[in-house]
Nanobody
Framework: VQLQASGGGLVQPGGSLRLSCAASGFTLDRFAIGWFRQAPGKEREGVSCISSSDGSTFYADSVKGRHTISRDKGKNTVYLQMNSLEPEDTAVYYC?????????????WGQGTQVTVSS
């Protein structure tokens, strides 16, 4: 059972990135999938989550209207489309799979992918 987060990078303010969370060894659509981020010196925070039951989506206020979470069942992947990126979005982003939104530290976690927003 493994989660793989990817898609991070360096982008200018106002730019976009799409993060991917791919799974091996299990089917993602059976789980709620959450995206989290942790900036240096700050606590980890939940950014977005998509439920397994009805596909409900949740967003932190700081990203609402700018980011979109979605599933591709055929590719067993969950995406986080991030638009209008701001320097405050700079962090290591993680995806996690759990029973409900938001997954907990006891659930399945992938390694992080670095997102840096800077001019």
């Amino acid at each position: 059972v493994q989660l793989q987060a990817s898609g991070g990078g360096l982008v200018q303010p106002g730019g976009s990135l799409r993060l991917s969370c791919a799974a091996s060894g299990f089917t993602l659509d059976r789980f709620a999938i959450g995206w989290f981020r942790q900036a240096p010196g700050k606590e980890r925070e939940g950014v977005s989550c998509i439920s397994s039951s009805d596909g409900s989506t949740f967003y932190a206020d700081s990203v609402k209207g700018r980011h979109t979470i979605s599933r591709d069942k055929g590719k067993n992947t969950v995406y986080l489309q991030m638009n209008s990126l701001e320097p405050e979005d700079t962090a290591v982003y993680y995806c996690a799979a759990g029973v409900g939104c938001y997954p907990t530290s006891n659930d399945y976690w992938g390694q992080g992918t670095q997102v840096t927003v800077s001019s």
